[in-house]
């Protein structure tokens, strides 16, 4: 190949200092859903969804930063780029896919009730004529939603889960809807506070996923890729574990 003239390379700018071969991903995550996500004392955000996420990125070869955001517009978040993948106990719906991408399943839930101990409720039908804490736009808002009608005024909801059950603490509202393994973490945790639990048979099975925005198919074969890797070598197993053992 003939080599540049004198003049260019004199102007060659000095050369880039090396580029990671990928770049960060942003991560959004509304640190209030423990044991899912949470923040520490440390202000580290940390939980069961994080180390999936970590353990993910590691395998698939790309950096990630966590970025405490509010469930309120998380969404939003991947269509303006300012995250690039969200964890976030998010359960995956039909209606949710039409404006973003999910990675396969990595958890399966359910809704669960909370109530005080002293309470008559059995079953969600029990809810019907009740105050209910739910946090907005979530799958325990919907199921309340379905049961007592879209604009119900007994619906009361709460920007964060640990907001509606501190509700239910202060009485008042009769119960909280909301993801199981938060419920339980939460009745675990206040065992002093006189809480019970209520299941329901018509609680669907309810599946997370990792969004990402719509149209991203690289991104989500890489999580996809991540993911098998960590289920088929027993990392997942080990940080299910950690969390969920009993
Ligand atoms: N799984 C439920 C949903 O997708 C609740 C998720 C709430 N997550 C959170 N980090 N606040 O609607």
């Known amino acids: 190949p003939a080599t540049p003239p004198a003049a260019q390379q004199s102007d060659a700018k000095p050369a880039e200092p090396a580029k990671p071969a990928v770049k960060e991903l942003v991560v959004g995550t509304d640190a209030a859903y423990a044991p899912f996500e949470s923040e520490n004392e440390n202000k580290e955000i940390v939980g069961f969804d994080i180390d999936v996420v970590k353990a993910i990125a590691e395998k698939a070869g790309v950096q990630v930063k966590f970025v405490n955001t509010p469930w309120e517009g998380i969404f939003k978040t991947l269509d303006q780029g300012d995250r690039d993948l969200l964890v976030s106990a998010i359960t995956i719906t ?71 059950l501190k509700e239910l603490e202060a009485g008042g509202v009769d119960a909280v809807v909301a993801d199981n393994g938060v ?49 088929e070598d027993g990392t997942y197993d080990k940080i299910y574990a950690q969390y969920f053992a009993e």
């Open 183 to 231: 419920v339980i973490n939460y009745v675990k945790n206040n065992s002093d506070k006189g809480f019970r639990m209520v299941e329901d048979a018509t609680f669907a099975k309810e599946f997370y996923g990792l969004a990402v925005k719509k149209g991203n198919a690289e991104l989500v074969a890489k999580l996809n890729e991540g993911l098998k890797k960590i289920k």
């Open 94 to 164: 039909d209606e949710r896919k039409q404006s973003m991408d999910f990675s396969e399943p990595y958890f399966e839930a359910k809704q669960l009730i909370a109530v005080s101990s002293n309470s008559k409720v059995q079953k969600l039908e029990d809810l019907k004529k009740l105050k209910v804490g739910v946090q907005t736009g979530t799958t325990g808002d919907e199921v309340v939603q379905k049961l007592q009608g879209k604009t119900s005024p007994n619906i009361k909801r709460f920007e964060s889960t640990p907001l509606a």
